[in-house]
Protein backbone atom coordinates (compact mmCIF):
# COMPACT_ATOMS: atom_id res chain seq x y z
CA UNK A 1 0.00 0.00 0.00
CA UNK A 2 1.09 3.64 -1.07
CA UNK A 3 2.29 5.84 2.24
CA UNK A 4 0.60 8.82 3.24
CA UNK A 5 1.84 12.00 1.35
CA UNK A 6 3.00 13.93 4.29
CA UNK A 7 1.58 17.65 4.54
CA UNK A 8 0.33 20.48 7.17
CA UNK A 9 -3.22 19.35 6.92
CA UNK A 10 -2.17 15.64 8.34
CA UNK A 11 -1.26 16.92 11.64
CA UNK A 12 1.89 15.57 13.42
CA UNK A 13 2.23 15.57 16.73
CA UNK A 14 4.64 16.54 20.18
CA UNK A 15 5.34 13.14 20.11
CA UNK A 16 5.75 12.48 16.65
CA UNK A 17 9.33 12.73 16.88
CA UNK A 18 9.34 10.17 19.58
CA UNK A 19 6.86 7.63 17.61
CA UNK A 20 8.97 7.59 14.38
CA UNK A 21 12.15 7.15 16.70
CA UNK A 22 10.69 4.33 18.02
CA UNK A 23 9.93 2.64 14.88
CA UNK A 24 6.55 3.02 14.20
CA UNK A 25 6.01 1.20 10.91
CA UNK A 26 2.13 1.76 10.18
CA UNK A 27 -0.04 4.72 10.91
CA UNK A 28 -3.73 5.91 10.30
CA UNK A 29 -5.43 9.64 10.26
CA UNK A 30 -7.73 10.07 13.10
CA UNK A 31 -9.29 13.78 13.60
CA UNK A 32 -7.12 15.00 10.48
CA UNK A 33 -3.70 14.17 13.03
CA UNK A 34 -1.41 10.69 12.75
CA UNK A 35 -2.08 7.89 15.26
CA UNK A 36 0.33 4.97 15.38
CA UNK A 37 -1.22 1.62 14.20
CA UNK A 38 1.87 -0.49 14.73
CA UNK A 39 5.51 -0.56 15.88
CA UNK A 40 6.67 -4.34 15.28
CA UNK A 41 4.12 -6.79 14.73
CA UNK A 42 0.30 -6.65 15.64
CA UNK A 43 1.17 -9.78 17.45
CA UNK A 44 3.93 -8.50 19.23
CA UNK A 45 2.82 -5.30 19.66
CA UNK A 46 -0.45 -6.98 21.55
CA UNK A 47 1.66 -9.11 23.54
CA UNK A 48 4.02 -6.91 24.89
CA UNK A 49 0.92 -4.42 25.91
CA UNK A 50 -0.17 -7.68 27.98
CA UNK A 51 2.14 -8.21 29.75
CA UNK A 52 4.43 -5.15 30.18
CA UNK A 53 3.89 -1.51 29.70
CA UNK A 54 3.74 1.06 26.32
CA UNK A 55 3.51 4.50 25.93
CA UNK A 56 0.67 5.62 23.22
CA UNK A 57 1.00 8.78 21.41
CA UNK A 58 -2.80 9.54 21.33
CA UNK A 59 -2.57 12.97 20.66
CA UNK A 60 -5.22 12.38 18.30
CA UNK A 61 -8.01 12.21 21.07
CA UNK A 62 -8.89 16.28 20.69
CA UNK A 63 -10.10 17.98 23.08
CA UNK A 64 -12.91 20.55 22.40
CA UNK A 65 -12.68 22.77 25.06
CA UNK A 66 -15.92 24.27 26.95
CA UNK A 67 -15.59 27.34 29.05
CA UNK A 68 -17.83 29.72 30.76
CA UNK A 69 -20.75 31.26 32.74
CA UNK A 70 -22.59 28.87 30.14
CA UNK A 71 -20.54 25.79 30.32
CA UNK A 72 -22.98 23.56 32.30
CA UNK A 73 -25.76 24.91 30.01
CA UNK A 74 -24.17 23.49 27.32
CA UNK A 75 -22.96 20.54 28.33
CA UNK A 76 -26.41 19.58 29.86
CA UNK A 77 -28.56 20.52 26.41
CA UNK A 78 -25.31 17.90 24.45
CA UNK A 79 -25.20 15.09 27.08
CA UNK A 80 -27.93 11.88 27.49
CA UNK A 81 -25.90 11.18 30.45
CA UNK A 82 -26.65 13.16 33.94
CA UNK A 83 -23.75 15.36 34.98
CA UNK A 84 -25.47 16.07 38.21
CA UNK A 85 -23.40 13.89 40.23
CA UNK A 86 -19.87 14.08 38.32
CA UNK A 87 -16.99 14.88 40.88
CA UNK A 88 -14.52 17.95 39.74
CA UNK A 89 -12.29 15.52 39.48
CA UNK A 90 -13.58 13.01 37.53
CA UNK A 91 -14.49 11.79 33.69
CA UNK A 92 -17.46 10.29 32.16
CA UNK A 93 -17.92 8.11 28.79
CA UNK A 94 -20.83 10.29 27.13
CA UNK A 95 -22.51 9.16 24.09
CA UNK A 96 -23.08 12.89 22.06
CA UNK A 97 -26.29 12.17 20.05
CA UNK A 98 -28.07 14.51 17.13
CA UNK A 99 -31.31 15.69 17.26
CA UNK A 100 -32.48 12.19 16.19
CA UNK A 101 -30.86 10.36 18.83
CA UNK A 102 -27.56 9.40 16.18
CA UNK A 103 -24.59 8.75 17.78
CA UNK A 104 -22.05 11.69 16.68
CA UNK A 105 -19.49 10.92 18.66
CA UNK A 106 -18.36 9.08 21.87
CA UNK A 107 -16.41 11.02 23.93
CA UNK A 108 -14.88 11.15 27.25
CA UNK A 109 -16.14 14.25 28.87
CA UNK A 110 -13.05 15.51 31.40
CA UNK A 111 -14.40 17.94 34.06
CA UNK A 112 -12.04 20.47 35.06
CA UNK A 113 -13.82 23.01 37.22
CA UNK A 114 -17.66 23.72 37.49
CA UNK A 115 -17.38 25.62 34.10
CA UNK A 116 -14.62 24.44 32.64
CA UNK A 117 -14.92 20.74 30.36
CA UNK A 118 -12.87 18.73 28.14
CA UNK A 119 -14.72 16.66 25.29
CA UNK A 120 -12.06 14.42 24.64
CA UNK A 121 -13.42 13.40 21.09
CA UNK A 122 -13.28 10.27 18.77
CA UNK A 123 -12.92 10.54 15.34
CA UNK A 124 -15.49 13.22 13.77
CA UNK A 125 -16.13 16.72 13.89
CA UNK A 126 -17.87 16.71 17.13
CA UNK A 127 -16.18 20.36 17.59
CA UNK A 128 -18.35 21.98 14.98
CA UNK A 129 -21.68 20.70 16.56
CA UNK A 130 -21.16 22.11 19.70
CA UNK A 131 -20.12 25.33 18.27
CA UNK A 132 -23.39 25.48 16.35
CA UNK A 133 -25.55 25.00 18.77
CA UNK A 134 -23.44 27.65 21.48
CA UNK A 135 -23.41 30.28 18.80
CA UNK A 136 -27.24 29.22 17.55
CA UNK A 137 -28.49 29.96 21.26
CA UNK A 138 -25.92 32.63 21.67
CA UNK A 139 -24.55 31.00 25.05
CA UNK A 140 -22.31 33.15 27.08
CA UNK A 141 -19.32 30.30 26.49
CA UNK A 142 -16.27 29.98 24.52
CA UNK A 143 -15.53 26.82 22.34
CA UNK A 144 -12.54 25.79 20.83
CA UNK A 145 -9.49 22.97 20.24
CA UNK A 146 -6.89 24.03 22.61
CA UNK A 147 -3.58 22.43 22.11
CA UNK A 148 -3.48 19.92 24.73
CA UNK A 149 -2.13 16.45 23.32
CA UNK A 150 -3.27 12.65 25.57
CA UNK A 151 -0.06 10.55 26.19
CA UNK A 152 -1.27 6.97 27.33
CA UNK A 153 0.61 4.83 29.71
CA UNK A 154 -1.14 1.45 29.65
CA UNK A 155 -0.02 -2.28 30.38
CA UNK A 156 0.17 -4.35 33.43
CA UNK A 157 3.30 -2.32 34.87
CA UNK A 158 1.76 1.15 34.02
CA UNK A 159 1.40 2.25 37.80
CA UNK A 160 5.17 1.33 38.45
CA UNK A 161 6.28 3.27 35.69
CA UNK A 162 3.80 6.47 36.42
CA UNK A 163 4.59 6.03 40.05
CA UNK A 164 8.77 6.68 38.78
CA UNK A 165 7.81 9.55 36.55
CA UNK A 166 4.38 11.54 38.72
CA UNK A 167 4.90 10.02 42.56
CA UNK A 168 3.30 7.35 44.49
CA UNK A 169 0.30 9.11 44.87
CA UNK A 170 -0.55 8.09 41.09
CA UNK A 171 -2.02 4.46 42.26
CA UNK A 172 -4.57 6.40 44.07
CA UNK A 173 -6.25 7.93 40.92
CA UNK A 174 -9.42 5.81 40.51
CA UNK A 175 -10.74 4.27 37.12
CA UNK A 176 -11.98 7.36 35.21
CA UNK A 177 -10.80 10.20 37.67
CA UNK A 178 -7.72 12.52 37.80
CA UNK A 179 -5.66 14.27 39.94
CA UNK A 180 -3.05 17.24 38.74
CA UNK A 181 0.73 16.43 39.12
CA UNK A 182 3.55 17.58 38.47
CA UNK A 183 6.29 16.63 35.69
CA UNK A 184 9.45 18.94 35.55
CA UNK A 185 7.42 21.66 37.64
CA UNK A 186 4.36 21.77 35.25
CA UNK A 187 0.70 20.87 36.25
CA UNK A 188 -1.12 17.87 33.93
CA UNK A 189 -3.85 16.36 34.63
CA UNK A 190 -3.34 12.35 35.16
CA UNK A 191 -6.47 10.21 34.43
CA UNK A 192 -6.96 6.20 35.09
CA UNK A 193 -8.34 5.79 31.64
CA UNK A 194 -7.05 4.90 28.09
CA UNK A 195 -8.57 2.94 24.98
CA UNK A 196 -7.32 -0.55 26.43
CA UNK A 197 -8.34 -3.38 28.93
CA UNK A 198 -4.57 -3.30 30.43
CA UNK A 199 -5.53 -0.79 33.19
CA UNK A 200 -3.58 2.32 33.02
CA UNK A 201 -3.55 6.77 32.96
CA UNK A 202 -3.82 9.13 30.36
CA UNK A 203 -1.41 12.37 30.69
CA UNK A 204 -3.30 15.36 29.04
CA UNK A 205 0.12 17.43 28.17
CA UNK A 206 -0.46 20.38 27.42
CA UNK A 207 1.37 22.98 24.50
CA UNK A 208 4.12 21.69 22.75
CA UNK A 209 6.69 21.90 24.94
CA UNK A 210 6.96 18.95 27.48
CA UNK A 211 5.74 16.37 25.04
CA UNK A 212 9.22 15.37 24.54
CA UNK A 213 10.71 15.61 27.74
CA UNK A 214 7.78 13.61 29.03
CA UNK A 215 8.02 10.80 26.43
CA UNK A 216 12.22 10.38 27.21
CA UNK A 217 11.51 10.52 31.32
CA UNK A 218 8.90 7.38 30.82
CA UNK A 219 11.29 5.05 28.48
CA UNK A 220 14.30 6.36 30.82
CA UNK A 221 12.29 5.32 34.03
CA UNK A 222 10.42 2.22 32.62
CA UNK A 223 13.89 0.48 30.82
CA UNK A 224 14.10 -2.42 33.36
CA UNK A 225 10.18 -2.74 32.86
CA UNK A 226 10.54 -3.13 29.10
CA UNK A 227 8.44 -0.25 28.56
CA UNK A 228 7.60 0.29 24.85
CA UNK A 229 6.12 2.63 22.20
CA UNK A 230 2.89 1.65 21.39
CA UNK A 231 -0.55 2.00 20.14
CA UNK A 232 -4.45 1.23 20.37
CA UNK A 233 -4.31 -2.92 19.43
CA UNK A 234 -6.86 -3.97 17.64
CA UNK A 235 -6.75 -7.38 18.57
CA UNK A 236 -6.74 -5.96 22.54
CA UNK A 237 -9.46 -3.76 22.43
CA UNK A 238 -11.82 -6.31 20.22
CA UNK A 239 -11.43 -8.95 23.01
CA UNK A 240 -12.53 -6.30 25.86
CA UNK A 241 -15.33 -5.15 23.59
CA UNK A 242 -14.46 -1.40 22.83
CA UNK A 243 -15.89 0.53 20.03
CA UNK A 244 -14.47 2.82 17.92
CA UNK A 245 -16.78 5.31 16.26
CA UNK A 246 -16.68 5.20 12.60
CA UNK A 247 -16.11 1.63 12.55
CA UNK A 248 -18.43 0.13 14.83
CA UNK A 249 -21.15 2.76 14.81
CA UNK A 250 -22.04 6.26 13.06
CA UNK A 251 -24.69 8.28 12.69
CA UNK A 252 -27.31 5.83 11.98
CA UNK A 253 -27.09 4.34 15.16
CA UNK A 254 -28.76 4.67 18.37
CA UNK A 255 -26.45 4.65 21.94
CA UNK A 256 -28.82 1.52 22.97
CA UNK A 257 -27.79 0.02 19.44
CA UNK A 258 -24.07 0.73 20.59
CA UNK A 259 -24.57 -0.49 24.42
CA UNK A 260 -24.43 2.57 25.38
CA UNK A 261 -28.02 2.86 26.67
CA UNK A 262 -26.32 2.90 30.38
CA UNK A 263 -25.32 5.92 30.10
CA UNK A 264 -28.39 7.75 29.03
CA UNK A 265 -30.12 8.79 32.49
CA UNK A 266 -30.29 12.54 32.27
CA UNK A 267 -33.16 14.19 33.53
CA UNK A 268 -32.36 17.37 31.39
CA UNK A 269 -34.07 18.31 28.51
CA UNK A 270 -30.85 17.67 26.22
CA UNK A 271 -31.34 17.50 22.39
CA UNK A 272 -32.38 14.21 20.77
CA UNK A 273 -34.02 12.95 24.12
CA UNK A 274 -37.55 12.91 22.25
CA UNK A 275 -36.35 10.91 19.74
CA UNK A 276 -34.00 8.98 21.15
CA UNK A 277 -36.52 7.70 23.71
CA UNK A 278 -38.97 6.81 20.46
CA UNK A 279 -35.94 4.44 19.47
CA UNK A 280 -35.08 2.93 23.16
CA UNK A 281 -35.84 -0.63 22.04
CA UNK A 282 -33.22 -1.21 19.38
CA UNK A 283 -33.88 -3.99 16.22
CA UNK A 284 -30.47 -4.30 16.44
CA UNK A 285 -27.86 -4.33 18.63
CA UNK A 286 -23.69 -4.93 18.92
CA UNK A 287 -22.54 -8.41 20.08
CA UNK A 288 -19.30 -10.25 20.04
CA UNK A 289 -19.10 -12.50 17.31
CA UNK A 290 -16.64 -14.95 17.00
CA UNK A 291 -15.03 -16.31 13.36
CA UNK A 292 -13.53 -19.03 12.29
CA UNK A 293 -11.06 -19.62 10.09
CA UNK A 294 -8.49 -17.19 8.58
CA UNK A 295 -9.72 -13.74 7.77
CA UNK A 296 -7.63 -10.82 6.60
CA UNK A 297 -7.77 -7.45 7.89
CA UNK A 298 -11.18 -5.26 8.00
CA UNK A 299 -11.42 -2.40 5.58
CA UNK A 300 -15.15 -2.67 5.00
CA UNK A 301 -18.61 -4.06 6.73
CA UNK A 302 -18.55 -7.84 6.43
CA UNK A 303 -22.18 -9.19 6.10
CA UNK A 304 -23.80 -11.38 8.24
CA UNK A 305 -25.82 -14.06 7.14
CA UNK A 306 -28.44 -16.63 8.76
CA UNK A 307 -30.24 -18.86 5.77
CA UNK A 308 -28.94 -16.61 3.16
CA UNK A 309 -30.72 -13.48 4.35
CA UNK A 310 -28.27 -10.84 6.00
CA UNK A 311 -28.84 -10.23 9.48
CA UNK A 312 -26.01 -7.98 10.45
CA UNK A 313 -22.48 -6.76 9.69
CA UNK A 314 -18.87 -7.24 11.33
CA UNK A 315 -17.04 -4.06 11.64
CA UNK A 316 -14.04 -4.94 13.70
CA UNK A 317 -12.12 -8.18 13.50
CA UNK A 318 -9.17 -9.53 14.27
CA UNK A 319 -7.06 -12.79 15.14
CA UNK A 320 -6.90 -12.96 18.77
CA UNK A 321 -3.87 -15.22 20.07
CA UNK A 322 -4.51 -15.31 23.77
CA UNK A 323 -8.53 -16.70 22.93
CA UNK A 324 -7.27 -19.36 19.74
CA UNK A 325 -10.02 -17.49 17.30
CA UNK A 326 -10.83 -14.83 15.79
CA UNK A 327 -13.16 -12.01 17.76
CA UNK A 328 -15.37 -9.38 16.46
CA UNK A 329 -17.34 -6.96 17.02
CA UNK A 330 -20.96 -6.50 14.87
CA UNK A 331 -24.36 -5.30 14.64
CA UNK A 332 -26.85 -8.11 14.79
CA UNK A 333 -30.51 -8.13 14.26
CA UNK A 334 -33.02 -8.95 17.30
CA UNK A 335 -33.68 -12.32 15.33
CA UNK A 336 -30.07 -13.12 15.61
CA UNK A 337 -29.01 -11.52 18.47
CA UNK A 338 -29.15 -14.33 20.82
CA UNK A 339 -26.10 -16.22 22.53
CA UNK A 340 -25.09 -19.30 20.44
CA UNK A 341 -26.75 -18.96 17.39
CA UNK A 342 -24.45 -19.31 14.14
CA UNK A 343 -24.75 -17.07 11.39
CA UNK A 344 -21.58 -16.89 8.35
CA UNK A 345 -19.97 -13.95 7.27
CA UNK A 346 -18.79 -13.01 3.82
CA UNK A 347 -15.38 -11.56 4.07
CA UNK A 348 -13.35 -10.36 0.91
CA UNK A 349 -11.44 -14.35 0.86
CA UNK A 350 -14.89 -15.86 0.91
CA UNK A 351 -16.96 -17.07 3.61
CA UNK A 352 -16.22 -17.97 7.48
CA UNK A 353 -18.74 -19.71 10.14
CA UNK A 354 -19.83 -17.26 12.57
CA UNK A 355 -21.23 -17.34 16.18
CA UNK A 356 -22.93 -14.78 18.49
CA UNK A 357 -21.47 -14.92 22.02
CA UNK A 358 -22.93 -13.78 24.95
CA UNK A 359 -20.32 -11.35 25.92
CA UNK A 360 -16.75 -9.57 24.84
CA UNK A 361 -13.89 -12.09 25.83
CA UNK A 362 -11.68 -10.07 28.36
N1 LIG B 1 -9.54 8.35 26.07
C1 LIG B 1 -9.75 9.67 25.89
N2 LIG B 1 -10.36 10.15 24.81
C2 LIG B 1 -10.81 9.30 23.87
C3 LIG B 1 -10.65 7.91 24.01
C4 LIG B 1 -9.98 7.43 25.15
N3 LIG B 1 -11.42 9.80 22.76
C5 LIG B 1 -11.65 8.94 21.64
C6 LIG B 1 -12.10 7.55 22.06
N4 LIG B 1 -11.15 7.03 23.05
C7 LIG B 1 -13.49 7.62 22.63
N5 LIG B 1 -14.07 6.30 22.80
C8 LIG B 1 -13.94 5.57 23.97
C9 LIG B 1 -14.40 4.26 23.97
C10 LIG B 1 -14.28 3.50 25.13
C11 LIG B 1 -13.74 4.06 26.28
C12 LIG B 1 -13.28 5.35 26.26
C13 LIG B 1 -13.40 6.12 25.11
C14 LIG B 1 -13.63 3.28 27.54
N6 LIG B 1 -14.61 2.43 27.82
C15 LIG B 1 -14.56 1.59 29.01
C16 LIG B 1 -15.30 0.31 28.66
O1 LIG B 1 -16.14 0.32 27.80
O2 LIG B 1 -15.01 -0.69 29.32
C17 LIG B 1 -15.11 2.24 30.26
C18 LIG B 1 -16.41 2.95 30.11
C19 LIG B 1 -17.04 3.28 31.45
O3 LIG B 1 -17.62 2.35 32.06
O4 LIG B 1 -16.98 4.43 31.92
O5 LIG B 1 -12.69 3.46 28.29
O6 LIG B 1 -9.76 6.21 25.34
N7 LIG B 1 -9.30 10.52 26.80
Known sequence: ???????????????????????????TVYNRMILPSVFASQEEDYRHLKTH??????????????????????????????????AANQCYYMPAIDRSGGMLNDPVLVKLAEDHFWISI?????????LGIADALELDVRVWEPDV??????????????ARVFGPSVRDIRFFRYKRLAFEGREMVVARSGYSKQGGFEIYVEGQEYGMPLWDALFKAGEDLEVRAGCP???ERT??????????????????????????????????????????????????????????????????????????????????PDFQTNVSIAMVERSHWDAG?????????????AEVKDRFWA
Open 1 to 27: MAMIFPSRRVRRTPFSAGVEAAGMSVC
Open 53 to 86: VQVWDVAVERQVAVQGPDARRLLDMLSPRDLDRM
Open 122 to 130: ADSDYLLYV
Open 149 to 162: SPLAVQGPQANALM
Open 233 to 235: STM
Open 239 to 320: EGGLLSYGNDMDRSNTPFEVGLGKFVNSPKDYIGKEGLMARSEPERQIRAVEIGGEIPLIDREWPLFADGRKVGRVSTAARS
Open 341 to 353: TRLEVETPDGMRP
